[in-house]
């Protein structure tokens, strides 16, 4: 009696969003884990940590992002918004023609941006953890720390950059088919 | 089964009387003491000060004796270890329900990140309150949790946004939404009405008061100009007493046709803003129109004048339900004149 009492007051409940978000995390995770391991050569749990890390950062500050930008687009695409994530589709109003172009923008965008975050997001990761002395603590002078640049940029950053692109690309590309095959079926 | 009871008096002894005084039992004592003490407090009417800091001190050694005493007895649901979760909870509604007024939402979208908080310390401060550092391993464990705990919050955050669109736009969750690839409607719950309704039973009042028992011809010539009704009805719903986001999206029209000796008057609240379906909906009330003969008072029977054709005077009766149709009432009314 409790539960029947309980549910109409919770009100809608973004169930569907959590188990898609968690399966799209899981797959994301298990695939950019499979190019790091290749790439930079490290151990299974290792990788998937890093994964894991990364995919969270990015997927957390896209909420933010998302949750941000919702209260400062103008009122007519906000309810194109509210349109897309209630009904699965676009309503006729006025941005209707300019959406398709929006939406390439945003999809294109959020690649870049991801792909910049985890980038970064790995990077702090592994300072973090101690396993790259971040150029300026590991040598108090402009010399030393120039050196300590170049160093990372000719050795390992190259192969960090790359790795983090394939990963990107890959995930994004399966979670594009996973997108469509759920649009098709 | 004496040995049995008795097994179970001795359990229960020690767990509501420990062996020893620094234990989370005690500590949870404490907390019931100290809101006893604030208890007695209001109503011996100490100041408002005192009765806060005893209240606080009840808070904060619930939350601590839950911790210790789920982290004591090792009790992990599916390996999770529950007691920084609770006392995040704990301290969330000790913080935030202080507040009143609208404290739920902050505090559960902080729950996840204060919990983290509690989980975090540990590892971070040492018992002589220094900072400390962890080992790698620890640190790796915490980033994750960390982003973990933001990604609930976030979810949470989510949920609330979703009931500020439904308290903006209701009559959304009219409508279905099993095709969302977000929100789940959990099947057997009553969907609500689209505030549609309401807007056709107000525009039934505005158009009742203004032809009821109104003489014939006059409702005649209200009838020609459609389209100056039709502004009012809608210049009515913009005025409404307390306006919602969504009244934007919601058009009041009117059609007019013949219908025996009078007329049907169908009034349409056409919704043009999101919907599950193609080409949206609209609801329609359907309304008569006829000519009676005056009703003849018996004190006011004239020969002369009854002699005379009777004066024709409106009535007005509109049909109680309002059946949702697919698509505009324009297009509509080409399809079955």
Redo the contacts between chains.
């Keep these: 009696m409790f539960l029947t009492n309980l549910?109409?007051d919770l009100?809608?409940?973004?169930?569907?969003?959590?188990a898609?978000?968690t399966m799209l995390l899981m797959l994301a995770t298990s695939l950019e884990a499979m190019v790091l391991r290749q790439r930079l050569r490290l151990g299974y749990q290792t990788s998937i940590?890093y994964s894991?890390?990364m995919n969270?950062?990015a997927?957390?500050l896209g909420?933010?992002t998302f949750?941000t930008l919702?209260r400062l687009l103008p009122?007519e695409l906000r309810?194109?918004v509210?349109?897309y994530?209630?009904?699965?589709?676009f309503?006729p109003?006025g941005w209707s023609d300019r959406l398709p172009v929006v939406m390439v923008v945003t999809a294109i965008g959020a690649f870049f941006l991801t792909y910049w975050v985890k980038l970064q997001g790995l990077r702090s990761?592994m300072v973090?953890?101690?396993?790259q002395p971040s150029p300026a603590t590991a040598s108090g002078d402009r010399q030393g720390r120039y050196r300590a640049a170049r160093n990372q940029t000719a050795s390992s950053q190259p192969s960090l950059t790359l790795a983090v692109l394939q990963a990107n690309a890959l995930s994004f590309t399966a979670m594009l088919l996973v997108l469509l095959i759920?649009l098709v079926a | 089964m004496i040995k049995w009871l008795r097994q179970t008096v001795t359990e229960l002894y020690t767990l509501l009387l420990p062996p020893q005084y620094f234990s989370w039992q005690m500590v949870l004592y404490l907390s019931v003491f100290s809101w006893g003490m604030s208890l007695l407090g209001r109503l011996l009417g100490a100041s408002a000060f005192t009765v806060g800091l005893l209240a606080s001190g009840g808070w904060i050694f619930l939350a601590l004796g839950l911790g210790w005493g789920i982290q004591a007895n090792q009790i992990k649901p599916f390996g999770l270890n529950l007691a920084p979760w609770v006392v995040g909870a704990v301290l969330c509604m000790f913080v935030f329900g202080t507040w009143g007024g609208g404290w739920l939402q902050p505090a559960l979208v902080s729950w996840p990140l204060v919990s983290f908080g509690v989980a975090a310390v540990p590892h971070l401060v040492s018992w002589d309150l220094h900072w400390k550092t962890p080992s790698?391993a620890v640190?790796?464990q915490l980033?994750?949790l960390f982003?973990?705990s933001?990604?609930l919050s976030?979810?949470l955050?989510?949920?609330f946004?979703?009931?500020a669109?439904?308290e903006a736009?209701p009559s959304?969750?009219a409508?279905?939404?099993d095709?969302?690839?977000?929100?789940?409607?959990?099947p057997g719950?009553?969907v609500p009405l689209p505030a549609g309704i309401a807007h056709l039973t107000q525009a039934e009042a505005l158009v009742r008061s203004q032809l009821e028992g109104q003489p014939w011809p006059s409702v005649e010539r209200w009838l020609l100009n459609q389209e100056g009704q039709r502004q009012a009805l809608q210049t009515q719903l913009r005025n409404r007493p307390s306006p919602a986001?969504e009244d934007r999206?919601w058009d009041l029209d009117l059609g007019v046709s013949n219908q025996g000796d009078g007329y049907q008057l169908n009034l349409w609240a056409v919704w043009?803003?999101?919907?599950?379906t193609?080409g949206?909906y609209y609801l329609e009330k359907s309304c008569q129109l006829r000519p009676i003969p005056q009703p003849i008072s018996p004190e006011s029977v004239d020969q002369a004048v009854a002699a005379l054709p009777p004066t024709l005077w409106a009535s007005f009766t509109c049909n109680l339900e309002t059946p949702r149709r697919p698509g505009h009432p324009s297009t509509a009314a080409h399809a079955n004149p």
């Design positions: 549910l109409p009100g809608l409940m973004p169930l569907r969003a959590i898609f978000q940590r894991a890390s969270l950062l997927t957390t909420w933010f949750l919702e009122v309810q194109q509210i349109s994530i209630l009904f699965n589709r309503y109003n990761l973090l953890l101690g396993l759920r | 790698p640190r790796q980033v994750l982003l973990l933001l990604l976030t979810w955050q989510f949920y946004r979703l009931q669109w439904v736009y959304l969750v409508d279905r939404l095709q969302s690839n977000f929100v789940y409607p959990i719950q009553a986001p999206l043009t803003g999101p919907a599950a193609e949206s």
